[in-house]
């Protein structure tokens, strides 16, 4: 594993992290006490990692078609991929909480 795919693999955790980070903190303003993991929110953050793990190997490919005149480093490509991952996602939690889905309740 090269230099650049251990920035990229950093990158992944940092976007996961600062995915669930967000998330738990949007819950924990509203519910006291212990917050409890629900099937839309087990489903929403292993989307978030499918399409993290998808960018990996389809950035690269997408960087090469759309530039290919240039060099578009695969790294580059891959931390573009994550961000917009990151981004896409906050506007998926905010359909979710418009229609009412919890990712995280409070435990009973």
Do not use: C
């Amino acid at each position: 594993m090269g230099t650049q795919d251990i920035i990229a693999a950093v990158t992944v955790l940092f976007i996961v992290g600062m995915t669930w980070l967000r998330t738990r903190m949007l819950y924990s303003r509203e519910v006291r006490g212990v917050l409890q993991l629900q099937r839309a929110g087990r489903i929403y953050f292993a989307a978030v990692v499918v399409v993290l793990v998808l960018g990996w190997f389809v950035a690269p490919l997408i960087g090469r078609l759309a530039w290919p005149a240039t060099n578009v480093t695969p790294v580059l490509m891959r931390v573009i991929w994550f961000l917009a991952t990151y981004y896409v996602f906050i506007v998926v939690h905010r359909i979710l909480k418009v229609k009412g889905v919890d990712v995280y309740k409070a435990a009973t």
